[in-house]
């Protein structure tokens, strides 16, 4: 059994014994249908799915119980419901608790329309068969490991509205093979696309401005990446063994990479710095980033300088200010035609001053480049 096998085992067995575990409150709760359900201060929580053979696979949620909004669905609410396939989550409800359909793992299929604003932690953890969801644009933020184990999600919509995306949300959904973060995202969590093997393409927003450690962490199916301008700062181990990467832009804006960003990056050839070569210099690259030093860096805004203007002097042919092989070979070019020598140039390569220039100059130059002679005259 492989490390990750192992590691996504023990991460379900720890969220078992953890639902096991949690606190009961103790409440005269009411009953409809198959949910149970607390109200306080006019709105609806339901707090318990009851699941008795034979029970509905297809589950809507409704937005009234009582004559009240259901507003919240409680934490652990839906935990462990094995057999449900489909939910639907009406508009009124505004948030989702954490581990509220967590281990839901023959859940297929669910709706969620325009009015919930929290996903909490652990939300949907272990739907594993779960291939898709849009996350419609009143979501502002989404909790940590809401998505963890979903290996199955193939497809995931997230809308403009999200702020915050949570530590590890979508950690070992390596069945994802896009994300665009919509505009209005500021920070990504710690490792929230870790291990997501099969994410061939990232779209960040301008308005990020961190990338948190290890958040595309052995994504290693990613072969390019665009930082967007605004980024200050990109964590531990962010795109650490992305061995496909192959080219990476980086902007202007940056000032620290943290240790193993960019490690292990075996195919990168290209970085993109969207700034000059001194402020490059000026940023904080932490340890082990070895691949920033033998990939070749293209600077965007470095002013290209004027060419220096040639100055030809006696045996200078080529106006670099030193006399050595490239002399003589251009010195070879003119007398074998393939050059077409300025006047300046035929001044300088007339070494011995007769006045001409020919063979008896071209052999003076090589002996002099050889250090036969110490002078042309």
């Known amino acids: 059994m492989n490390t990750k096998k192992l590691l996504s085992i023990i991460l379900t067995v720890i969220m078992v014994f953890s639902l096991i575990s949690m606190p009961v409150t103790m409440y005269a709760a009411d009953t409809s249908g198959y949910f149970e359900y607390e109200i306080s201060d006019g709105k609806v929580e339901i707090t318990e799915y009851f699941y008795d053979s034979p029970y509905p696979t297809n589950v809507v949620i409704p937005d009234t119980i009582s004559g009240y909004p259901v507003t919240s669905i409680g934490e652990g609410a839906f935990r462990d419901c094995r057999s449900l396939e489909r939910i639907t989550i009406p508009s009124s409800v505004k948030s989702i608790g954490d581990w509220a359909f967590s281990l839901c793992t023959g859940l297929e299929s669910v709706i969620l329309t325009d009015g919930v604003t929290v996903i909490g932690d652990f939300a949907f953890a272990t739907c594993s068969i779960l291939e898709s969801i849009t996350i419609p644009s009143s979501v502002t933020s989404i909790g940590e490991q809401a998505f963890v184990n979903c290996y199955q999600l193939k497809s995931i919509t997230l809308s403009e509205g999200l702020t915050s995306i949570g530590e590890s949300a979508f950690w070992h959904c390596d069945r994802l093979t896009n994300i665009t973060i919509p505009e209005g995202v500021t920070s990504i969590g710690d490792y929230a696309f870790e291990d997501c093997t ?47 990467f192959e080219s990476i832009t980086l902007p202007e804006s940056l000032t620290s990479i943290g240790d193993m960003a960019f490690g292990s990056m075996l195919n ?27 990939v070749n860096i293209i600077f965007a805004n470095d002013e290209p300088e004027d060419p220096a203007e040639p100055t030809y002097s006696a045996g200078d042919i080529s106006g670099d200010g030193k006399i050595n092989g490239m002399d003589i070979n251009v010195a070879k070019r003119i007398l074998s035609g393939t050059a077409q020598p300025t006047d300046e140039q035929l001044l300088a390569a007339d070494v011995n001053g007769d006045g001409t220039f020919n063979g008896l100059d071209a052999n003076l130059l090589s002996r002099f480049v050889g250090g036969a002679v110490n002078d042309f005259e």
Not at 271 to 294: F, H, K, M, P
Request: with cysteine; hydrophobic share 35%.
């Open 198 to 244: 099969r994410l061939k393409s990232v779209t960040l927003p301008e308005s990020l401005t961190s990338i948190g450690n290890g958040v595309f962490l052995e994504c290693e199916s990613l072969t390019n990446i665009t930082i967007p301008e605004g980024v200050t700062s990109i964590g531990v181990r962010a795109f650490h063994m992305c061995g496909s």
């Open 268 to 294: 990168l050839k290209t970085v993109y710095y969207n700034g000059t070569a001194a402020q490059w210099e000026s940023i904080n690259i932490g340890e082990s980033n070895d691949t920033l030093t033998r």
